[in-house]
């Protein structure tokens, strides 16, 4: 075998709306062996991995995929399943998966499947191919190209007859969500509220733009600090709570053991000792009595903080209650870690067997925490005489902590339906007194179905980002959903997690597009977040410059806390390198798709390029609007599966509307259409039975009077996706006639500017689609023109045969052509993209002498411009579009002269 590549998809994608690990795999001599014809692969693979008898996969049932490996498949779909198998094993919940051959190239096969987090689910990926690779003949076992999916694992103890799965588990816990962070998640995906990750650790970005809300652990972005400070402060805390008449021990706060002594000697009864500021029960001892026991314990509790507790202890069970939002929302009663003898095993055998419960795990990995054997434990065992060789009778329990806390073993049990109603306005008084919106009280109380002033007990300590695992899933009782109201306290219901998301795609006119979009939106006051080839805007400001089409720019758009909408060109590359930013979009704008970008990235054909086009407008919301190019056989074919309300632009409207526009307006359909006029054509939005006339091409600068056919379209869809947002059908005709095809308000597509007598224009054509439709406006503008000279290139990674279209068809635009490269060749060597063009312009026709080839863009560019002389149109098509424009500029303040030119330029 030998892997080819892979790609972490971190959204919707070409192949599903789930996040995804592909792989390309080529199996090589293996594809003419499926697993049927492998003697005895099935049994070794299921004495390994027997969870596999519970994958349906194509047939969804149990025993499915073991039928499939039976009756033979591919390996690729082995080790799909493989991989999914070794997640759910290292605790990950992954569980679809697809593998699917590659068009044209025997034996290659896309391997795809979920993951949790895309560390461990890579790593999952290699371990599935090696696992596969082991169990077949040495001969055919081989396999290359492993370091492209990720690092091995190192095998450990504890694997079995899987090495590297312990390490697979710890990869998972390290990176992946903790259980209280993975139910707020998965809360947060049941009310469709998007979220991201922001670090490795717990900080979730809940919602888009403006309207997002953060959260880290239970701590949520509103969380008052000065609440969190005064529940660090344990003494505060319980002053607090005295002050308000809510039942708290008596204590005292010392920094030194002869205060500690003192303390507890005026202390009815036994007293606790812990730290000022601890957490997680560290550093705690209860049950003191006499100044030895408090000595021992201030020592202990000195290691976690320089100020200590000492305070009465009280009397009862040791409860978690958990107020969210000021409303008691579950209470688990906690046990600390014991184990009961059988009157065989000794302790530290009995605890073995208690922490090999699949319940439990390291730290806060799983709902139970195992107990580890520390000092504390054996001088706790030591207090009772007991040692680890310790064999307890039958049926007799020794506890192994003096606190119930889960993060040191201990159990819950859920107790909230028995909580007396005096109790929870106590619970829900004291959390207010505090200030915490998320809040965790330890109560001590010897029966919670009775109010404290009956039994005693009272509130020990409140914490900040309290811990959910306990109610998540208790070891006892009925489980409760408390990340619900959590969300609930950020989104209340009916309030909007999401900010309009505009996507607009399509081989031509996209920057475009998306640049009219923000024009009319920001008209209307919003502030709006676009993503563009030019860079990043943030309401009409570049904050970061250079190509940002792809969902690393989209995503920081979505994550800017002032942002109201956002309108983001999607381009090809980004979606095939990882998927969309977004989940799902308001609207969704693909223009066209012609012949660009084929035999790069498995998209061989113009119809894989229209499948890439179309993950826009399959991911369009249901009551969203797909927005499609009437006059493009391969857009208008993306109508039968977009998803959302369709709404179609044409430039054939009046008379000229097709039968199957009239037939979808007659149907209540949405579209906009340019209807003939005097005045260059007219815009007009069919909403069912209602014409709206939105302005008149005259009145757009963008259109240069109508004849920019390419920046009609262009208006067309952008004043749908305008409509379908609610814009004021004025604030539409206002965005439009203010918006002009300058530098300043879209760089490099269709500059025009006049240096000493002639006109040049700047366009980033980089396409034969693209020079084609500039070529529609050019034999307009050549009524008023001389020669038409033009500079071109194209992309060195198109194919031979698109940029001899580019040659030929410069050969039928210009007079006089200067064909130049771009800097970093992709992929062909200097001087091979020159050759192409050149030779397919004379071979079309023109004459030698009006072909020149400079490789250097300043150097051509400076050529046409003094090339050109009175009358004449000099058409740049640049690669870098400002360095081309303040060179275009320089000349024309040079007044076309030789004198200061060069320096005009550099400057």
Same mark, same amino acid.
């Given at each position: 075998?030998?892997?080819?590549?892979?790609?972490?998809?971190?959204?919707?994608?070409?192949?599903?709306?789930?996040?995804?690990?592909?792989?390309?795999?080529?199996?090589?001599?293996?594809?003419?062996?499926?697993?049927?014809?492998?003697?005895?692969?099935?049994?070794?693979?299921?004495?390994?991995?027997?969870?596999?008898?519970?994958?349906?996969?194509?047939?969804?049932?149990?025993?499915?995929?073991?039928?499939?490996?039976?009756?033979?498949?591919?390996?690729?779909?082995?080790?799909?399943?493989?991989?999914?198998?070794?997640?759910?094993?290292?605790?990950?919940?992954?569980?679809?998966?697809?593998?699917?051959?590659?068009?044209?190239?025997?034996?290659?096969?896309?391997?795809?499947?979920?993951?949790?987090?895309?560390?461990?689910?890579?790593?999952?990926?290699?371990?599935?191919?090696?696992?596969?690779?082991?169990?077949?003949?040495?001969?055919?076992?081989?396999?290359?190209?492993?370091?492209?999916?990720?690092?091995?694992?190192?095998?450990?103890?504890?694997?079995?007859?899987?090495?590297?799965?312990?390490?697979?588990?710890?990869?998972?816990?390290?990176?992946?969500?903790?259980?209280?962070?993975?139910?707020?998640?998965?809360?947060?995906?049941?009310?469709?509220?998007?979220?991201?990750?922001?670090?490795?650790?717990?900080?979730?970005?809940?919602?888009?733009?403006?309207?997002?809300?953060?959260?880290?652990?239970?701590?949520?972005?509103?969380?008052?600090?000065?609440?969190?400070?005064?529940?660090?402060?344990?003494?505060?805390?319980?002053?607090?709570?005295?002050?308000?008449?809510?039942?708290?021990?008596?204590?005292?706060?010392?920094?030194?053991?002869?205060?500690?002594?003192?303390?507890?000697?005026?202390?009815?009864?036994?007293?606790?000792?812990?730290?000022?500021?601890?957490?997680?029960?560290?550093?705690?001892?209860?049950?003191?009595?006499?100044?030895?026991?408090?000595?021992?314990?201030?020592?202990?509790?000195?290691?976690?903080?320089?100020?200590?507790?000492?305070?009465?202890?009280?009397?009862?069970?040791?409860?978690?209650?958990?107020?969210?939002?000021?409303?008691?929302?579950?209470?688990?009663?906690?046990?600390?870690?014991?184990?009961?003898?059988?009157?065989?095993?000794?302790?530290?055998?009995?605890?073995?067997?208690?922490?090999?419960?699949?319940?439990?795990?390291?730290?806060?990995?799983?709902?139970?925490?195992?107990?580890?054997?520390?000092?504390?434990?054996?001088?706790?065992?030591?207090?009772?005489?007991?040692?680890?060789?310790?064999?307890?009778?039958?049926?007799?329990?020794?506890?192994?902590?003096?606190?119930?806390?889960?993060?040191?073993?201990?159990?819950?049990?859920?107790? @909230?339906?028995?909580?007396?109603?005096?109790?929870?306005?106590?619970?829900?008084?004291?959390?207010?007194?505090?200030?915490?919106?998320?809040?965790?009280?330890?109560?001590?109380?010897?029966?919670?179905?009775?109010?404290?002033?009956?039994?005693?007990?009272?509130?020990?300590?409140?914490?900040?980002?309290?811990?959910?695992?306990?109610?998540?899933?208790?070891?006892?009782?009925?489980?409760?959903?408390?990340?619900?109201?959590?969300?609930?306290?950020?989104?209340?219901?009916?309030?909007?997690?999401?900010?309009?998301?505009?996507?607009?795609?399509?081989?031509?006119?996209?920057?475009?597009?998306?640049?009219?979009?923000?024009?009319?939106?920001?008209?209307?006051?919003?502030?709006?977040?676009?993503?563009?080839?030019?860079?990043?805007?943030?309401?009409?400001?570049?904050?970061?410059?250079?190509?940002?089409?792809?969902?690393?720019?989209?995503?920081?758009?979505?994550?800017?806390?002032?942002?109201?909408?956002?309108?983001?060109?999607?381009?090809?590359?980004?979606?095939?390198?990882?998927?969309?930013?977004?989940?799902?979009?308001?609207?969704?704008?693909?223009?066209?798709?012609?012949?660009?970008?084929?035999?790069?990235?498995?998209?061989?054909?113009?119809?894989?390029?229209?499948?890439?086009?179309?993950?826009?407008?399959?991911?369009?919301?249901?009551?969203?609007?797909?927005?499609?190019?009437?006059?493009?056989?391969?857009?208008?074919?993306?109508?039968?599966?977009?998803?959302?309300?369709?709404?179609?632009?044409?430039?054939?409207?009046?008379?000229?509307?097709?039968?199957?526009?009239?037939?979808?307006?007659?149907?209540?359909?949405?579209?906009?259409?340019?209807?003939?006029?005097?005045?260059?054509?007219?815009?007009?939005?069919?909403?069912?039975?209602?014409?709206?006339?939105?302005?008149?091409?005259?009145?757009?600068?963008?259109?240069?009077?109508?004849?920019?056919?390419?920046?009609?379209?262009?208006?067309?869809?952008?004043?749908?996706?305008?409509?379908?947002?609610?814009?004021?059908?004025?604030?539409?005709?206002?965005?439009?006639?203010?918006?002009?095809?300058?530098?300043?308000?879209?760089?490099?597509?269709?500059?025009?500017?006049?240096?000493?007598?002639? @006109?040049?224009?700047?366009?980033?054509?980089?396409?034969?689609?693209?020079?084609?439709?500039?070529?529609?406006?050019?034999?307009?503008?050549?009524?008023?023109?001389?020669?038409?000279?033009?500079?071109?290139?194209?992309?060195?990674?198109?194919?031979?045969?698109?940029?001899?279209?580019?040659?030929?068809?410069?050969?039928?635009?210009?007079?006089?052509?200067?064909?130049?490269?771009?800097?970093?060749?992709?992929?062909?060597?200097?001087?091979?993209?020159?050759?192409?063009?050149?030779?397919?312009?004379?071979?079309?026709?023109?004459?030698?002498?009006?072909?020149?080839?400079?490789?250097?863009?300043?150097?051509?560019?400076?050529?046409?411009?003094?090339?050109?002389?009175?009358?004449?149109?000099?058409?740049?098509?640049?690669?870098?579009?400002?360095?081309?424009?303040?060179?275009?500029?320089?000349?024309?303040?040079?007044?076309?002269?030789?004198?200061?030119?060069?320096?005009?330029?550099?400057?």
């Amino acid at each position: 075998m030998r892997v080819i590549e892979r790609a972490v998809y971190r959204g919707p994608h070409l192949y599903s709306s789930r996040p995804m690990i592909r792989i390309m795999l080529d199996l090589e001599a293996l594809e003419d062996m499926p697993t049927n014809r492998l003697d005895g692969f099935t049994d070794r693979l299921l004495a390994i991995l027997p969870g596999l008898e519970a994958h349906g996969c194509s047939l969804r049932r149990p025993g499915g995929m073991v039928e499939r490996m039976r009756d033979g498949t591919w390996l690729g779909h082995v080790i799909e399943h493989v991989a999914l198998e070794l997640q759910t094993l290292a605790g990950a919940a992954a569980t679809r998966g697809k593998t699917r051959s590659v068009a044209g190239r025997r034996g290659v096969y896309n391997i795809m499947y979920v993951y949790e987090d895309e560390h461990s689910g890579l790593a999952a990926g290699r371990m599935a191919i090696e696992l596969v690779c082991g169990l077949l003949p040495r001969a055919l076992g081989r396999v290359e190209g492993l370091d492209l999916i990720a690092p091995p694992l190192a095998p450990a103890s504890g694997d079995g007859p899987l090495p590297g799965l312990a390490a697979l588990s710890r990869l998972r816990v390290r990176h992946g969500l903790g259980p209280s962070t993975r139910a707020l998640v998965d809360a947060a995906r049941r009310r469709g509220i998007p979220f991201r990750r922001l670090d490795e650790h717990s900080l979730i970005a809940f919602g888009q733009g403006c309207r997002q809300q953060r959260l880290r652990a239970s701590i949520t972005g509103r969380t008052s600090h000065v609440a969190v400070e005064t529940a660090g402060n344990k003494d505060l805390t319980k002053r607090l709570l005295a002050q308000a008449g809510l039942p708290t021990p008596r204590g005292e706060v010392v920094r030194s053991v002869e205060a500690a002594i003192d303390a507890a000697a005026r202390l009815p009864g036994p007293v606790v000792v812990k730290p000022l500021d601890g957490n997680h029960g560290r550093g705690v001892s209860i049950g003191l009595i006499g100044p030895e026991a408090v000595a021992a314990a201030f020592a202990m509790a000195r290691e976690h903080s320089p100020r200590i507790i000492v305070e009465q202890q009280l009397v009862g069970r040791d409860h978690r209650a958990l107020v969210v939002g000021g409303r008691l929302v579950a209470v688990a009663e906690r046990r600390p870690a014991r184990v009961v003898g059988d009157g065989e095993a000794d302790l530290a055998t009995l605890i073995e067997r208690l922490n090999a419960d699949p319940r439990r795990g390291d730290g806060h990995e799983k709902i139970m925490t195992k107990v580890r054997i520390d000092d504390a434990l054996a001088a706790l065992l030591q207090r009772e005489g007991y040692g680890l060789d310790y064999r307890p009778a039958p049926g007799q329990t020794v506890v192994l902590r003096e606190t119930a806390n889960l993060s040191t073993g201990g159990e819950a049990i859920d107790r @909230t339906a028995e909580v007396h109603p005096d109790n929870v306005a106590t619970i829900e008084r004291a959390a207010r007194v505090i200030g915490l919106d998320v809040a965790g009280l330890d109560i001590l109380i010897p029966d919670i179905s009775r109010p404290f002033s009956e039994v005693g007990g009272g509130i020990i300590e409140i914490n900040a980002a309290p811990g959910l695992r306990m109610h998540l899933q208790p070891s006892d009782g009925q489980a409760r959903d408390v990340a619900g109201p959590i969300i609930e306290q950020l989104y209340p219901r009916g309030s909007r997690s999401r900010i309009p998301v505009i996507a607009v795609t399509g081989t031509n006119g996209k920057s475009t597009t998306v640049r009219m979009i923000d024009h009319i939106l920001r008209g209307c006051g919003w502030t709006v977040g676009m993503t563009t080839t030019s860079g990043v805007y943030i309401d009409g400001r570049l904050i970061r410059k250079g190509d940002a089409s792809g969902p690393r720019s989209a995503r920081m758009v979505l994550d800017d806390p002032t942002v109201e909408a956002a309108v983001l060109e999607t381009a090809r590359g980004g979606i095939l390198r990882e998927g969309l930013a977004f989940d799902r979009a308001d609207v969704g704008v693909v223009l066209n798709v012609a012949e660009d970008h084929l035999g790069l990235k498995g998209v061989e054909t113009i119809e894989d390029l229209a499948k890439v086009k179309s993950v826009v407008v399959d991911q369009v919301s249901r009551r969203g609007v797909s927005v499609l190019n009437a006059d493009d056989p391969y857009t208008l074919r993306m109508a039968r599966h977009a998803k959302g309300r369709v709404g179609f632009f044409s430039l054939r409207g009046g008379a000229e509307m097709p039968a199957l526009l009239q037939k979808h307006l007659a149907q209540g359909g949405l579209a906009a259409v340019l209807e003939p006029s005097v005045y260059g054509g007219l815009l007009v939005i069919h909403d069912g039975s209602t014409r709206i006339e939105i302005a008149r091409a005259a009145d757009m600068p963008a259109s240069l009077g109508g004849a920019a056919r390419f920046n009609l379209q262009n208006a067309l869809a952008a004043c749908l996706a305008a409509y379908v947002q609610g814009v004021p059908v004025d604030k539409i005709a206002a965005g439009l006639a203010s918006f002009e095809s300058s530098f300043e308000q879209n760089p490099g597509r269709l500059n025009l500017t006049r240096a000493p007598g002639f @006109t040049t224009i700047v366009d980033y054509a980089h396409n034969p689609a693209a020079l084609q439709a500039l070529g529609g406006l050019l034999a307009k503008m050549r009524a008023d023109h001389d020669r038409v000279i033009g500079v071109v290139s194209i992309p060195g990674d198109r194919r031979d045969e698109d940029i001899r279209a580019m040659g030929q068809l410069a050969a039928e635009l210009f007079d006089e052509v200067i064909f130049r490269e771009r800097p970093d060749g992709r992929g062909r060597a200097p001087g091979g993209v020159l050759s192409l063009l050149s030779d397919a312009a004379i071979a079309t026709g023109m004459a030698p002498e009006r072909v020149r080839r400079i490789l250097d863009e300043p150097a051509a560019v400076d050529t046409a411009l003094r090339l050109a002389r009175a009358g004449d149109l000099v058409v740049l098509l640049p690669t870098e579009v400002e360095q081309v424009w303040r060179q275009t500029l320089a000349f024309r303040m040079a007044g076309g002269s030789e004198d200061g030119l060069e320096a005009r330029i550099h400057a």
